[in-house]
Structure formats: structure tokens, C-alpha cells
């Protein structure tokens, strides 16, 4: 399984980024996609995720300002940041959870200038 990870770069405080992340190799349709980050010094943390029923989980710090979405079919998974703070400055990775298996991408860094 590979997970491929575009839409990161470097955006104004306040401002809106949508990453997406698409899925290859065999995967089932019972899987559990979702987006951890991991800020420079920090441990990763999980920031959504969301299953193939549309079951959909978000960090509390995030709650409001992130929507997580699906496309099943193309196996690929989106996130958008609104409001986005210098603090969300991190490395950005997906993740796909199957058969109890979890995969993650290499990572695609947001920055927030402030």
C-alpha cells in the first residue's frame, strides 16, 4: 500500500488549505483513512480520520476549523484547514488503516507564517 500526499506549502495565518492524499495497491474497501501531523520537536498526532462508512473523528484543538472527506471509489481522502495558525505549521501525513494494518505517506509540510 502507498499513500501519496500533495497540497502542503507555505500559507498567511488566517488563510484556507486543502491537502488530499491518494491511495494505491490492495486495499480493502473496509479501511479507515485520516491525517496526523507532526510539528518540529513534537510527537505525531492524529488530526481526523474518517471510515468507509463516513464515521468521522477530529482532535479536539481542531474541531471547527479542519473538514475531513472521502472518495471511496478513488480511494483517496482530503482535508481542509480553514483559520489556519502558526501553530498547524507541521508535517503533514495520511494514513490508512486496514485489517488492523496501518500505513503512512511520506508527508507533505504546511507552513503557517504569522
Known amino acids: 500500500v502507498q499513500l501519496q500526499a500533495s497540497g502542503g506549502g507555505l500559507v498567511q495565518a488566517g488563510r484556507s488549505l486543502r491537502l488530499s492524499c491518494a491511495a494505491s495497491?490492495?486495499?480493502?474497501?473496509?479501511?479507515?483513512m485520516g491525517w496526523g501531523r507532526q510539528a518540529p520537536g513534537k510527537q505525531r498526532e492524529l488530526v481526523a480520520r474518517?471510515?468507509?462508512?463516513?464515521?468521522?473523528y477530529y482532535e479536539d484543538s481542531l474541531k471547527g476549523r479542519v473538514t475531513i472527506s472521502r472518495d471511496s471509489a478513488e480511494n483517496t481522502v482530503y482535508l481542509q484547514m480553514n483559520s489556519l495558525k502558526p501553530e498547524d505549521t507541521a508535517v503533514y501525513y495520511c494514513?490508512?488503516?486496514?485489517?488492523?494494518?496501518?500505513?503512512w505517506g511520506q508527508g507533505t509540510l504546511v507552513t503557517v507564517s504569522s
Open positions: 495497491g490492495t486495499i480493502s474497501r473496509f479501511n479507515v
Open positions: 494514513n490508512i488503516l486496514i485489517n488492523g494494518i496501518s500505513y
Open positions: 474518517i471510515t468507509a462508512g463516513a464515521v468521522i
